[in-house]
């Protein structure tokens, strides 16, 4: 399994420099660009309130959708009010948890979690998993944007569900990684681009558009890379711009995600390409990356 000097561009943010380490070690060229920051929300008086209607036994119920967004809430809490109180409010809910992440942060706080999502970790699977379920007063804790379809869905059961915002994604501040991230698709310069989160695909385009070349990023996206997608809500963002992903692996997982991508792109360029594709030497890649 390897990337045989393939160029390949992620658009990791959090996890940037891992994301770099792990495709360098599977003989990749990367180019990493961050593309997302979390900024959290500023004004507390919304999760203070949200914390006494939790003690008053207003919800029956609270979605963690992530990691972060429950770190954030965690800390926003502890500005206005002992842990303990905000642990004991939250212990007052059924816990769902999308997936693995939150659940550390609801252990360090001795909060029982009723239901894990399993994979791949949508709001559909949500929805299943809250259908048979008593509970329909629902809080839910958004992660960096609202998710209407997911809302709309748990009403149509018959549930009352308040958005909880903690924080929301943006650019970030420094643009010049998505920039030449944009000009490297747009000018021929990637032979593969992962993705694992929405977001990034949003935020690659806008700096795309703003920068004259997004017609020439769709093409090369659509016609001249392999494109790896980590999970089905990537999948459908990207086929919602026309993109039809190459690689999905079988857990929408990063790791699993680049390891796919290192083990499928070569065949994946010699079908769009028609050719095997020629690799750069070390030496070569690297200054092309800079």
Request: proline letters at 8%; glycine letters at 6%; charged letters at 25%.
């Amino acid at each position: 399994m390897s990337f045989a000097g393939l160029r390949v561009l992620s658009l990791e943010s959090r996890r940037a420099k891992e994301i770099e380490a792990f495709i360098r070690r599977l003989q990749g060229d990367p180019f990493v660009a961050p593309s997302v920051q979390e900024r959290a929300l500023e004004e507390h008086g919304e999760v203070v309130h949200f914390v006494q209607r939790l003690e008053r036994g207003e919800f029956d119920m609270l979605i963690c959708m992530t990691g972060a967004g429950l770190e954030f809430l965690r800390e926003a809490a502890a500005a206005h009010m002992p842990l303990d109180r905000f642990a004991s409010a939250l212990r007052k809910a059924t816990i769902v948890s999308r997936g693995p992440k939150p659940l550390p942060a609801l252990r360090a706080l001795s909060v029982p979690v009723e239901i894990v999502i399993p994979e791949p970790n949508t709001w559909k699977e949500i929805v299943q998993a809250v259908a048979g379920r008593p509970e329909r007063r629902i809080a839910v804790q958004e992660y960096g944007r609202p998710n209407p379809e997911m809302n709309a869905a748990l009403e149509r059961l018959g549930a009352s569900v308040t958005p909880v915002a903690i924080y929301r994604w943006e650019l970030p501040a420094d643009l010049a990684p998505l920039r030449a991230a944009a000009r490297k698709l747009a000018a021929g310069e990637c032979d593969v681009a992962v993705f694992t989160s929405s977001i990034q695909l949003d935020h690659l385009l806008e700096i795309a558009l703003a920068e004259g070349l997004e017609e020439q990023v769709l093409k090369s996206l659509r016609e001249d890379i392999a494109v790896a997608s980590v999970g089905p809500v990537m999948t459908s963002s990207l086929e919602a711009r026309g993109i039809t992903p190459d690689i999905i692996p079988q857990h929408p997982k990063m790791w699993a995600l680049v390891k796919a991508a290192a083990e499928l792109a070569p065949d994946v360029l010699i079908r769009k390409r028609g050719i095997k594709p020629a690799c750069p030497t070390s030496e070569q890649s690297d200054s092309q990356w800079l």
